[in-house]
């Protein structure tokens, strides 16, 4: 048998998920939702928290997801637990997969699951307290099945995405109906001429 592809971490993460909803919903009464990706996909990610004074105090989640899903979002809840709701908006998958010890590349996309559930539940929060929007200003939806916006796709051309296939690599962008690759690919391109 070949030798395993994941870090100790990613293994232990996986054998051992922190903080999974085991129960329904109902059990773990929560201030805020967040569910990403798409069935048709074969990967989905329920994201709840507990939030006092826009701090995460505790989290739970559940996901259809891959190995790799499942370890990158057992160390994202450990790390946004006690994390004030402007700081956990802005962890990236590139942060987990580092405290993973790695994934190999083509499991990479795997971690922004639970990266997307937790914004998506930390607007909802923000919808529910009256600032809907507060944080999400900050960046443009570009892949409406996916939630992915023109920070994700900045992010992802910085890790050296610069094809559309490369694109689609570090963050599934277009794998559900497609119709967000010209805009995705025009950013990219923009991208090219500010950075490269
Ligand atoms: S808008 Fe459907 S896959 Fe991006």
């Not at 993973?100 to 607007?123: E, F, M, N, Q, W």
């Not at 570009?142 to 994700?152: A, M, P, S």
């Not at 690759?181 to 490269?196: D, M, N, P, S």
């Amino acid at each position: 048998m070949p030798d395993w592809l994941y870090s100790d971490t990613v293994k232990d993460h996986f054998t051992n998920p922190r903080n999974v909803l085991l129960d329904d919903e109902s059990s773990f009464p929560a201030d805020a939702r967040g569910q990403t990706g798409n069935i048709k996909c074969g990967d989905q990610m329920l994201m709840l928290l507990r939030i006092k004074n826009d701090v995460i105090v505790d989290v739970r989640w559940k996901t259809y997801g891959c190995a790799s899903a499942i370890a990158s979002t057992s160390m994202l809840s450990e790390i946004i637990k006690g994390m004030n709701i402007r700081d956990a908006y802005t962890v990236r998958p590139e942060d987990l997969v580092e405290k993973l010890g790695g994934l190999p590349d083509y499991k990479i996309h795997c971690s922004v699951l639970g990266d997307k559930a937790l914004r998506t539940a930390i607007d909802d929060y923000l919808e529910k307290t009256g600032r809907a929007g507060m944080l999400k200003e900050t960046a443009a939806e570009i892949c409406r099945c996916l939630g992915i916006t023109d920070k994700d796709i900045e992010n992802a051309y910085h890790n050296g995405a610069r094809t559309w296939e490369q694109l689609q690599q570090a963050t599934k962008i277009g794998t559900v109906c497609g119709g967000c690759k010209e805009k995705a690919l025009e950013l990219l391109h923009e991208f090219t001429h500010i950075y490269g």
